[in-house]
């Protein structure tokens, strides 16, 4: 479902559809409907989506893109991504597909939820499922094996409705040539390069030209806002030295979670399941009687799995499901397992799947890590939870006394607290000490002179800061930015001389001029593109947005209308050539219609969405998410 967890072997236009379908999934263990219509940010067919769900799944949003960026996310840079409305969106999205689904009869059972996770290499050790591996993975991300699995069900089924769907993509033969050629025939770009670094040579730079370019940007050689700050730092660390844990207390918090601490029994398996589909009972029945019949006769289980199992996720694997305990697995089948000894092959085990034919290779039984493994483990996570409570207690009893002296220096002095200063700082570039404290770092430069701060709740403890003096952005004067500004201007002006010049030789084909002739009056050489494709741009060896225009040229129509550009690297070119497409095989246009098809159920899925964001009775409480 994500791509930390799993990377499926699809198509990129698969993995697109599964995108459409699975647009809000990544928000882990979403509970729809998990509000009423007063406190509904949204309701969607008379079902609420709650201020509390919306709220977790925005803060999560948030908390992920601050990681992305370094732990710092700049102020209006979620305004202008829009991530409420987002939110918002993906919320209704998923609302609207598990009531899409509902209409039309389609479910995700236990078992299939549990065929998926046992499959993905993820969660296997030595190539078999490992129950302990899939928790630790889990935890590692911050998640819960009820919230993944209710995730992956609605994966699963969003799967499930893209199939669905699917079946109304239907391709005909003009459609297939008409994009198999779109696509695939091919074509020639003769092209020459003007980069702006040819031209510098030809730009003269006068005072005035500078003043001019200077004054014209003044805003891009702006310093940086700065701040100098005094501050109370109540870490955890520090605290966790005085920490004492008593062995009392590890035994009771051992006992608290001794669930935590026990291993159950696990079983090791492999099966052959012959599916029914409510027609065909007896016949597979006698089907699966027949693989008994031969695996009590000396047959090799895992030949036999391969050859007749119609279980796609273990059938390759000889029939492998790995390691599981009880209740993993649907109740007849586990059932049936956990009766068996090592080594032994069961009879034939009914369940709404089909029959299925187990054996247990390797039993583990159930065990308690005892206490003398963990009391270290314990202690220390017993010392950061009391060392944290601490720093808070400390800190907040701190924020009270610094307002009951009037200032946080009359507090240093009533009190014999000395501050820790800082010089003046930039938020890209904070000292040492506060290096890391992203929320630290906001408030410093969310504040103004003489502002005492929040509490401020860091990983590593707690924050309380003044501002004691602010550097506001300032624009230099030109004599101490020259040398940076000659730089800018010249290169402005080398991309202006290359750019018209290039325009030049553009107007001057287009009147009839030889191409060829221009280019080397301009001191360059005309090159010529190896054949490419739509699906082969890169071997142009030319920018996207260059060898995309050379589709829509012919002979008739040699030259763009514009000149192309790279940065500060103008194009001039023209078509030469175009050839039908040199991989139009059989076995090509087969390959092609199967992502054409996706292609197809993609749109047929996303117009579904549409019609169903359109019909649907949404409405929506901008008011809430404020």
């Given at each position: 479902m994500l791509d930390f967890l799993r990377k499926k072997a699809q198509s990129p236009v698969l993995q697109a559809i599964i995108v459409i379908i699975v647009l809000v999934f990544i928000f882990w263990g979403t509970n729809m409907g998990g509000g009423n219509k007063r406190d509904a940010v949204a309701t969607v067919n008379g079902q609420a989506i709650g201020l509390p769900e919306y709220n977790k799944e925005y803060t999560r949003m948030v908390d992920t893109l601050r990681e992305q960026l370094?732990?710092?996310?700049?102020k209006n840079l979620i305004k202008s991504l829009g991530i409420k409305d987002q939110v918002l969106k993906r919320l209704v999205q998923q609302a609207l597909l598990v009531q899409g689904a509902q209409r039309m009869g389609l479910t995700v059972s236990n078992w299939e939820v549990q065929e998926e996770i046992i499959t993905q290499p993820y969660f296997q050790a030595d190539g078999k499922f490992d129950n302990s591996r899939y928790k630790l993975i889990l935890a590692?991300?911050?998640m819960t094996p009820k919230q993944y699995e209710e995730s992956l069900r609605l994966e699963l089924l969003g799967r499930k409705v893209s199939k669905h769907l699917g079946e109304f993509a239907v391709l005909t033969d003009w459609e297939i040539d008409q994009r198999f050629a779109f696509n695939n025939n091919e074509i020639k770009l003769s092209y020459a390069t003007l980069?702006?670094?040819?031209?510098?040579?030809?730009?003269?730079?006068?005072?005035d030209d500078l003043k001019a370019y200077f004054d014209q940007h003044k805003d891009a050689y702006k310093s940086a806002p700065q701040v100098k700050i005094k501050y109370l730092a109540f870490p955890v660390a520090q605290a966790m030295e005085t920490m004492t844990i008593t062995d009392n207390e590890i035994n009771v918090q051992y006992q608290k979670n001794i669930a935590a601490y026990q291993v159950q029994e696990t079983r090791t398996a492999r099966h052959i399941l012959i599916k029914t589909d409510g027609t065909n009972d007896e016949e597979q029945k006698?089907?699966?009687?027949?693989?008994v019949k031969?695996?009590?006769?000396?047959?090799?289980?895992?030949?036999?799995?391969?050859?007749f199992s119609d279980d796609p996720g273990s059938a390759s694997q000889g029939g492998e499901l790995g390691s599981f305990s009880r209740g993993q697995m649907v109740p007849a089948f586990d059932e049936a397992v956990f009766s068996l000894a090592k080594n032994e092959i069961s009879d034939l085990i009914k369940t709404r799947f089909g029959y299925h034919i187990v054996e247990v290779q390797e039993i583990k039984p159930a065990k308690t890590t005892p206490l003398s493994e963990v009391t270290e483990t314990i202690r220390r996570t017993l010392k950061q939870q009391q060392a944290r409570a601490a720093a808070f207690k400390n800190a907040d009893s701190a924020y009270e006394k610094i307002f009951q002296a009037g200032s946080l220096d009359?507090?240093?002095?009533?009190?014999?607290?000395?501050?820790?200063?800082?010089?003046?700082?930039?938020?890209?570039?904070?000292?040492?000490a506060l290096a890391g404290l992203p929320r630290l770092l906001d408030q410093a430069f969310s504040l103004v002179k003489g502002d005492l701060s929040s509490l401020i709740e860091e990983t590593g403890g707690y924050y309380i800061i003044f501002i004691d003096d602010v550097i506001e952005p300032a624009i230099p004067e030109l004599d101490k930015v020259k040398k940076e500004v000659t730089v800018d201007f010249t290169a402005a002006k080398s991309s202006e001389l290359a750019q018209a010049k290039a325009q030049e030789i553009l107007a001057a084909c287009k009147e009839g001029k030889d191409f060829k002739q221009l280019i080397s009056e301009a001191g360059g050489s005309v090159q010529t593109s190896p054949w490419f494709s739509r699906t082969k741009r890169g071997l142009s060896k030319l920018p996207d947005a260059i060898s995309n225009s050379g589709f829509t040229l012919s002979e008739a129509k040699p030259y763009p209308e514009t000149i192309g550009a790279d940065g500060n690297t103008f194009y001039v070119y023209r078509f030469q050539a175009k050839q039908a497409s040199q991989s139009a095989t059989p076995q090509a246009k087969q390959s092609f219609m199967a992502t054409l098809s996706q292609e197809k159920q993609l749109a047929t899925v996303e117009s579904w969405l549409n019609y169903m964001m359109k019909t649907g009775e949404i409405t929506t409480n901008p008011s809430l998410m404020e």
């Open positions: 370094g732990g710092t996310l700049p590692q991300n911050k980069p702006a670094a040819d031209f510098t040579k030809n730009v003269l730079v006068s005072d006698a089907k699966a009687e027949d693989i031969k695996l009590k006769a000396g047959g090799n289980f895992s030949e036999l799995a391969k050859k009359k507090f240093s002095a009533q009190e014999g607290v000395t501050l820790l200063t800082t010089d003046f700082f930039s938020q890209s570039a904070p000292p040492a």
